[in-house]
């Protein structure tokens, strides 16, 4: 028996184009963005249960048709436009009735594909590595040779940043346009490579790569994989979460 969740995100698709509506000006319907349509017919997440009746009225079906597959050659038939009933039907009632459906059709149904497998094989390879610097004499720095210890961020030889002077943390204001390795916590816009290892905490809006080796991980949305990190909380992850001890994410979409 196909997954409740898979019917639904294909009947939504199908009713759809039947209808002759683009994504947009359905979800212009629901008062909604088409990001939203758009998650719900790729199996990313499914219509908030509030929504049921109205979705279903835009289709003219039944609420309960849009859980049970439809043939694409053979569409189900728009139902006729009821006349006005005397008093509002129970909305309560038909939700509950709806829920009994779905709970009775996901028991018999295969493991929801949103269920996640992940692979935790212990990858021993030790994180890289962060050599002891040579005493080499920099001209040119903008502070004083004063015998104060400084953390600061370099790209190859450029300076990136001020010294670190609160917490040790490593301030970027704008994007980093390519891998990070860092034996200090950073906060930064936007990464657009990897993120090989951070010893502390990382905190950014986007990494365009994988997180590897990484303490604590606080971003919107990491476009890579992320393995081998103590704490992790971002909105989307588009890639597999592997050997990580704690994880709070509204999406991970594994690969392929």
């Known amino acids: 028996m196909e997954n409740v969740t898979a019917v639904l995100q ?31 017919e790729n199996g990313l997440s499914c ?6 009746p109205e979705i279903a ?19 189900p038939a728009s139902r006729e436009e009821d006349p006005a009933p005397d008093s509002a039907p129970d909305l309560g009632s038909a939700i509950d009735s709806l829920i009994r459906s779905v709970t009775h059709q996901v028991s018999q149904s295969i493991p929801s594909p949103k269920k996640m497998e992940f692979d935790f094989h212990w990858d021993n390879t030790p994180p890289p590595s962060f050599e002891t610097a040579l005493p080499v004499r920099v001209e040119g720095l903008p502070w004083e040779d004063d015998g104060v210890y400084r953390a600061v961020l370099f790209r190859g030889r450029s300076l990136v940043t001020p010294p670190a002077a609160e917490k040790g943390v490593l301030a970027v204001e704008e994007g980093l346009d390519s891998e990070l390795l860092s034996a200090f916590s950073v906060a930064c ?29 606080t971003c919107d949305a990491v476009e890579g994989g992320v ?27 594994l690969e392929g």
């Open 57 to 75: 009225a835009i289709y003219g079906v039944e609420i309960g048709q849009l859980f049970t597959p439809i043939d694409p050659e053979n569409p």
């Open 227 to 253: 393995t081998q990190c103590a704490n992790v909380q971002c909105d989307e992850i588009n890639g597999t979460v592997v050997q990580c001890q704690t994880v709070h994410c509204d999406e991970i979409n």
């Open 189 to 217: 816009d936007s990464i657009e490579g990897d993120v090989r290892c951070v010893l502390g905490n990382l905190t950014c809006d986007s990494v365009e790569g994988d997180v590897l080796y990484c303490g604590s991980v």
């Open 10 to 40: 294909k009947n939504l698709t199908l009713l759809r184009r039947r209808a002759g509506l683009t994504q947009e000006q359905f979800a212009e319907k629901l008062g909604l963005s088409f990001q939203a349509v758009s998650k719900w």
């Open 47 to 52: 219509p908030d249960i509030a929504l049921l």
